[in-house]
């Protein structure tokens, strides 16, 4: 056994050698972690030297009995592992967007705990600043593999992880049980193993030349809202030192709770999520455990199609929650508490973040007729009272034009757009703002070249390739392609984003425009786009309709009110006119009554001078 670890150990030193006085162009350089050694490969972008590390295991297989189970760390390998190519996505829906068909990223399996790194100097002097990237997908889609490192770290100078982690019911599913002790299945399964690799590239950054002490997280639409999460995750503490939350967090806010709009995720309604999958997949036992045995036999292609049955309008069930143990309270009362690690914020959306919504609409490119704005308006806020989805639906039809279906389907891309992106935005900046230097943004520019259809505008994800220098040199599998004046945009992003990651301030020397703090006495933003503007008081407006006029419309009480009598989508209740108008009949009557009475009494006191007629 000596003899084997001492030869291991020898072919080992001698790999590392010949790495190190190998020309750098052909050099896969041997890296320790704390597990094992890693070799990776070299890119070039714009004739710049990258090593990328893809595919490194940072947790054990979530397979068999280690299913709906917390990330367990990786056990330790001998010899030098091959991290040269991405490995598997997490179970999902295929195909997944930008991964290279021929890759195994392309693919899915249960065993995906990866994650890829990307620097320019892989040395444990570098002493770079991270950043950790979390990709968005709505908790069921995603890819570390889907968006490349390498160019944001050449030209800015740090290193760029990414990282894979459960999506759907194999991450976020839960049993519900409110003793997290007793809970057989944890709850936010897949934040914990983001969590966890958080904790790896802490551990082992300083090698591939990060430093441990300068790590950022950033992530778009559900990666921003994780990265939100691990701002009040008790295992995150300590692992960042800055968060970029680009189209998120989104969701609920207190004042959609108010108003009926929104209803928060809890245990109980992620437990009977649970439960009405269960009884889907005939994993129906009297004990949780017996049950949760039930589902571990069950094929990955079986648990995705039951979660496509329920997903529609059973949303929780793939969605992290407040549990009491591993998200210990909901964001919308611990950030506003200050109930938060304290690290600096850079936050923002696109001009049409909502937009996306619009092509899963049947015939989105003519248009969309009245009547089905009105009840896709409706059913989009199932808890809401009648006056208040009829006062949205008042607030967001263009009435100069209210029955043009280009315009009700721009009109509920606004709505959408302000309900799950821009408004929760405003609220969180306004709340951060109170405790640490945060930072807001509006990306404007559409892209050229891009790959989505007009109707959706500034769409969601569109600045995510500007941050990450695609219009430098863009990798072959992003479909998008740009113009002169959008590198000449991509690079003042790079600086902003690459300035934050390495001073927690997004303005450098190379800033075309000094980008302010966000305060709720100034609620300055920086616009970006190819004329950068600071700008003030974003959706001041519709801000106030959402946060103050429907908790108060919500509220107050109806006494009574019409029911309409056709096909009108007005409610009409008793105004200050119909009350005048009932008034005015009963005085009149009343004085009626009195005039034939004062002309009896007349007569009767002068009945010779009245004149009957017969």
Known sequence: MAVQFFVSNILISFAIIIAIVSPISNAQLIIPTNYGFVTGTTIKTNSLTQFAYLGIPYAQPPINQLR????????????????????????????????????????????????????????????????????????????????????????????VVTINYRVGVLGFMTSGEEDSARRTIQANLGLLDQSLALQWVKDNIENFGGNPDFITIAGNS???????YHLVM???????????????????????IKSGTSMPDTLARAKLSFQQFSSLANCTKNITSKIVECLKTLSVQQLLNIQSTLRPRNRILTSPVADGNNVQEALHTAIPAGRFHKVNIMLGTTLNDGYFRLPSMPNAVTGIPRQNFISTTNNSFPFA????????????????????????????????????????????ADQLSRFVPTYKYIFAHRTSGTW???????????????????????????????????????????????SFIREGNPTDLRSPIMWPKY??????????????????????????????????????????????????????????????????????????????????????????????VK
Request: proline share 7%; with cysteine; net charge positive.
């Open 234 to 256: 008790p295992s995150s503490k300590g692992l960042f030192r800055g968060v970029i939350l680009q189209s998120g967090p989104y969701g609920t806010i207190p004042s959609y």
């Open 452 to 498: 989505q259809p007009s109707y959706v505008k500034v769409a969601h994800t569109m600045e995510i390739p500007y941050m990450l220098g695609y219009p430098l040199d863009k990798p072959s599998e992003y479909p998008s392609t740009f113009n002169a004046e959008e590198v000449t945009l991509c690079r003042h992003v790079l600086s902003y984003w690459g």
């Open 385 to 428: 009272s009648q006056r208040v989805k009829l006062s949205i639906q008042y607030r967001y039809t263009n009435w100069s034009n209210a029955n043009s279906p280009i315009s009700n389907r721009d009109q509920y891309g606004e709505l959408f757009n302000d309900f799950v992106f821009a408004i929760p935005n405003i609220y969180y």
């Open 222 to 228: 559900a990666g921003g809202l994780s990265a939100m």
């Open 519 to 612: 305060t709720q006495d100034t609620r300055q933003y920086l616009w970006i786009a190819p004329n950068f503007q600071i700008k003030s008081n974003y959706l001041a407006a519709n801000s106030a309709f959402w946060n103050q006029y429907l908790p108060q419309l919500a509220s107050q009480t109806i006494y009574s009110t019409i029911a309409p009598t056709n096909a009108s989508t007005v409610e009409k209740p008793h105004s200050s006119e119909s009350a005048y108008m009932i008034a005015t009949f009963v005085l009149s009557g009343i004085s009626g009554i009195l005039l034939i009475i004062a002309m009896i009494l007349f007569c009767k006191v002068n009945r010779a001078k009245c004149i009957y």
């Open 68 to 159: 709906f189970e917390p990330p367990v760390p990786v056990k330790s390998w001998k010899g030098v592992l091959n991290v040269t190519q991405y490995q598997s996505s997490c179970p999902q829906r295929l195909p997944i967007r930008f991964t290279d068909s021929k890759s195994s990223s392309s693919q899915i399996n249960e065993d995906c705990l990866y994650l890829n790194i990307f620097t320019s100097n892989p040395s444990n002097v570098a002493n770079m600043s991270v950043l950790v990237y979390i990709h968005g997908g709505g908790y069921v889609l995603g890819s570390g593999s889907q968006w490349q490192g390498q160019i944001l770290a050449a030209h800015e100078n740090i290193v």
